[in-house]
């Protein structure tokens, strides 16, 4: 198991993310959401989100299929994740 220590702008982000977005999961130094579209985004260790590579929305896709529903509302405040 993973631990990840946010940074204070990865925190703001995901803090401010409206209600419909999900914490899906992490890959190295990023925490992952999904829109309510569907689109996994990545949040960069400024905070910014940026598009998912292939390769972690398709890992990501494998996880949603197994657990459909899953992750946690991006309004969640922590400033660690472990998965």
Do not use: W
Not at 2 to 12: C, H, I, K, S
Not at 35 to 60: C, H, S, Y
């Amino acid at each position: 198991m993973e631990t990840l220590t946010l940074t204070d702008q990865q925190g703001l982000c995901i803090a401010e993310l409206p209600d419909d977005y999900r914490v899906i999961g992490i890959d190295h130094s990023a925490p992952f959401v999904r829109k309510p579209t569907g689109q996994v985004m990545r949040i960069g260790q400024d905070g910014n989100l940026t598009a998912a590579t292939t390769a972690a929305k398709d890992r990501f896709a494998g996880d949603q299929a197994r657990h459909p529903g899953g992750g946690v509302h991006a309004s969640t405040p922590y400033t660690s994740v472990v998965g």
